[in-house]
């Protein structure tokens, strides 16, 4: 089993940035910081911090020797303030899915919300507080957070699976199908090759009533997974309604 990522802590970028024009031209250093993961051998992964001290936002991906060469490790900056921001997080995040676990969907929501204040584009949050929502049926709050999830790509990356599969079948069981059709077709935007999407946008096809866009979506399940036998019984069954 590979080692990677690895945790490296905070890093510091400074870059040199012009301020002023003609006699107060002058030149400034800009420093942010970031958190770094080392991916391979090779590959090192930055993503920037937030104002508090979690990283949120886009990754990049350097190779090693930009890396070192570009930023600075800043472990005192990591233990004081990352540290404790990333626990309070996590445990924002657990009370919320305990929360949830038990139906109390108020609490959850509570919880949710507050992890979502230190890490407003955080995934689990996100995908937490979308399960609140559907279950809910509270149609507007769900589709803001739908709008969110829909803007972070990392949430369809197959890091984040469970939560994906988990919030799908959310959607679907509690008769949010247009926006579990926007949600199936965000996630074949980041990966095409996928026939569990495939399989479980057929099934809100079905629930929708629309047997045509049903049957198209159940072959290419089966274009990707020939052997996919769920998929083949359900596309005979709609072929013969049909």
Known sequence: ????????????????????TGGTAATHDNVTYWYARQMSKT?????????????????????????????????????????????????????????????????????????????????????????????????????????????INEAFTFEYRQKFNEFGISLRKNGHYDESIRYYEKSLEIVETDENVYFNLARVYFEKGLNDQCIVSLKQALNINPEFIEAQKFLRYCEKRA
Do not use: C, W
Not at 3 to 17: C, F, K, N, R, T
Not at 87 to 93: C, E, F, N, R, V
């Open 1 to 20: 089993m590979s080692d990677y990522p690895q945790i490296l802590g905070v890093y510091s970028l400074q870059l040199e940035a012009d301020i002023g």
């Open 43 to 151: 590959e090192f992964e930055v993503q920037p911090l937030n104002q508090h001290h979690v990283p949120s936002g886009v990754r990049s991906v350097l190779q090693e020797i930009d890396f070192l060469k570009q930023y600075t490790p800043e472990p005192g900056y990591y233990k004081v303030h990352t540290v404790p921001a990333l626990k309070t997080l996590a445990k924002k995040i657990e009370m919320g899915e305990q929360a949830f676990a038990d139906g109390n969907m108020d609490e959850a929501e509570s919880q949710f919300i507050k992890a979502l204040m230190i890490d407003d584009k955080n995934v689990d949050a996100n995908y937490g507080l979308g399960e609140v929502y559907s279950e809910k049926k509270e149609f507007e709050k769900l589709r803001k957070v739908l709008d969110t999830l829909l803007g």
